[in-house]
């Protein structure tokens, strides 16, 4: 069942969700001696991200990885990998180990093999996964009617990522190439949280509870597909 928790305030969300996620990632390093945290980018969980930098934690046992990434090299706009390094691989959490997405290659595609290669170093198991949700219904890359997306859904996919084409949009902006993890590597996560703000967003998210149109609402897949595991975060 999902769990809800919703707030009058950013700031208090910002503020549970941390002790959340802190506790999350003590726990998995009390058990298996590592813990495991993908992260997603956009502004709205950069406030999250740098009060979980300053945790007290053991962040050398801790891996961070990406959830997604636009295919752009590090220090260009939009780029995943230079905000979660800019906000999270700051103060205490600078002891952690980082993985991103982007290589060399040309396109997605081409650089699929070395990232999956790479995403298979990350220390399982999976701890934590946190997760946005754009008004489009999209969370991850997981874009509305996207290229490749009905593999990167296919729960017969044994892969942790895969290349996405998405239609570009008001919310994809230009750059369309992207590279996510699959539905299969999220829901392999013991916790994932739905951060949610505003409004617009929150209708997003009680359409997707009850649609099962996956490719036009990848959401929803999630939320059909691996409820038991989620949390959702909200605040106006």
């Given at each position: 069942?999902?769990?809800?928790?919703?707030?009058?305030?950013r700031a208090e969300l910002f503020e549970a969700l941390t002790t959340h996620c802190a506790s999350v990632l003590r726990?998995?390093?009390?058990?298996?001696?590592?813990?495991?945290?993908?992260?997603?980018?956009?502004?709205t969980p950069l406030p999250l991200y740098r009060q979980l930098s300053r945790q007290e934690l053991s962040w050398e046992k801790v891996d961070i990885a990406l959830v997604d990434e636009r295919w752009v090299n590090p220090g260009q706009p939009g780029s995943n990998e230079t905000a979660i390094v800019d906000s999270l691989l700051k103060n205490r959490a600078s002891e952690a180990a980082f993985f991103g997405m982007k290589t060399a290659a040309a396109t997605p595609t081409d650089g699929e093999v070395?990232?999956?290669?790479?995403?298979?170093?990350?220390?399982c198991p999976f701890d934590l996964c946190i997760l946005g949700l754009g008004a489009d219904g999209h969370t991850a890359s997981l874009f509305p009617h996207a290229g490749n997306l009905a593999y990167a859904l296919d729960e017969n996919n044994a892969r942790l990522c895969?290349?996405?084409?998405?239609?570009?949009?008001a919310v994809t902006g230009k750059l369309t190439e992207r590279m996510t993890l699959t539905l299969n590597a999220i829901r392999a996560?013991?916790?994932?949280?739905l951060l949610i703000t505003g409004e617009e967003k929150l209708e997003v998210y009680r359409t997707a509870l009850h649609s099962r149109d996956t490719l036009g609402l990848p959401v929803s897949a999630l939320l059909h597909g691996a409820g038991s595991k989620v949390s959702v975060y909200w605040a106006p």
């Open positions: 069942m999902i769990e809800e928790f919703f707030f009058a305030q726990r998995g390093i009390e058990a298996h001696d590592h813990a495991t945290v993908f992260v997603s980018g956009g502004s070395e990232c999956e290669t790479r995403y298979r170093r990350i220390h895969t290349p996405i084409q998405a239609r570009e949009s996560c013991n916790t994932i949280i």
